[in-house]
């Protein structure tokens, strides 16, 4: 098992207060100076670790982390019902609540956040590498990082963005940027955009690959991105600002990639603090999710291309949404009192899972769902 430390610059915080339970958990990986290189780390895998008990779904006690290729239902079985896979408890991967969770596309790693990077391989749960970036700022960022088109490498934020090899965690390129918070590869690898927990007005911010070179940002007066993603064909760009903007300013955008044009926005009169801001598109592209954990309606399920809304799901204290690949797929939300499930055919609802969820992710093939948990736990859901 491998750890990088210190791989990154300070993020700029806009230094206001948080309250406990919004502030980054420290994980248990090892830290360094600034530039520090690969080291061998001892002890246990936190894999290992006995499972919690109470407060989250689950069952089982098989091992792996989720993987694909083993006999479960069809992924259009999710309008049906949603299950604990049989065989698959609860995986131990941090010692603290998990922002972000993450498959690469090939389905081969899934990746973890808790104060650290955890990347393990999918078929037997062994931790390959973990990371520190040496600020992550203050936010649990549900974007903190993003596997490459091609699984080849990860992008981890936290202040600057590092450029990491997916099987190892080696270092790819020189550290980019500054004040990253979240961050986006776009398919071809060329691009890399990062949301910035800033002070003052700080749009989506864009660098060139493999050099660095910074681009303009994508964003208006008052546009703080602190949540940002690619379209799965690389053309759009999906921008959500955490405070509210100038007046007619919209919060969620939609740009085209090629021109750097805005597309569309949304929501340019939500007046309340969004801290915690999230935004993905499906796996067809055809639909854009957005979440503002303050806002009266706070999961929003808008048409990719031309902005209309598609569906508002009111949802209390969400924190980050997927939608499952396949022609009958869902949409799942994590909250801090719940795991929220809806069809999306008509957004009838499918399931509601008691539990202080944190993070989750579909693995590419749609056939399980990975939930993170307030206490280091990955669960995982089948079709049912």
Not at 210 to 233: C, I, K, N, T
Not at 309 to 327: M, N, W, Y
Request: some cysteine; proline content about 9%; hydrophobic content about 40%.
């Amino acid at each position: 098992m491998l750890a990088i430390a210190g791989l990154l610059g300070g993020c700029v915080a806009d230094g206001r207060p948080l309250p406990p339970t919004e502030r980054e958990p420290q994980g248990s990986a090892g830290t360094g100076a600034p530039g520090a290189s690969t080291t061998p780390v001892d002890g246990p895998d936190a894999s290992t670790a006995p499972p919690p008990t109470g407060g989250t779904a689950g069952g089982g006690s098989g091992g792996g982390a989720g993987g694909p290729g083993d006999p479960h239902p069809s992924p259009e079985g999710w309008a049906k019902g949603v299950q604990a896979c049989a065989g698959e408890g609860p995986l131990m991967a941090h010692a603290g609540a998990i922002s972000a969770l993450s498959y690469s596309p090939d389905g081969q790693l899934l990746g973890s956040f808790s104060g650290s990077l955890h990347v393990r391989r999918v078929d037997t749960g062994e931790l390959l590498w973990t990371a520190v970036p040496l600020n992550v700022g203050v936010l649990p960022n549900r974007q903190l990082f993003a596997f490459s088109a091609d699984s080849s490498s990860v992008a981890l934020a936290g202040g600057r963005v590092a450029i990491l090899r997916a099987s190892d965690g080696a270092p790819l390129h020189d550290a980019i940027g500054s004040g990253a918070a979240t961050v986006a590869l776009s398919p071809d690898g060329r691009l890399v955009a990062a949301g910035c927990q800033c002070s003052g007005t700080a749009g989506a911010r864009l660098w060139q690959l493999p050099g660095g070179e910074a681009e303009p940002m994508l964003g208006g007066r008052g546009d703080q991105a602190y949540a940002v993603a690619f379209s799965q064909d690389g053309t759009l760009l999906a921008v959500r600002a955490a405070y509210p903007t100038d007046p007619g300013v919209p919060r969620t955008t939609v740009w085209r990639v090629s021109e750097r044009s805005l597309v569309w926005g949304a929501d340019a009169d939500e007046q309340m603090n969004s801290r915690l801001a999230f935004v993905a598109f499906s796996p067809d592209g055809t639909l854009l999710v957005s979440v503002n954990e303050k806002a009266p309606v706070t999961v929003r399920v808008f048409d990719a291309a031309n902005g209309d809304p598609v569906a508002d799901l009111p949802v209390e204290r969400p924190f980050a949404a997927a939608i499952s690949p396949g022609t009958d797929g869902i949409l799942a939300v994590v909250s801090e009192t719940k795991l929220l499930v809806w069809r999306a055919a008509g957004w009838s609802p499918v399931a509601e899972i008691p539990g202080s969820f944190t993070a989750l992710a579909f693995t590419p093939d749609g056939k399980r769902l990975a939930v993170a948990d307030a206490m280091g736990a990955i669960h995982f859901f089948c079709p049912g």
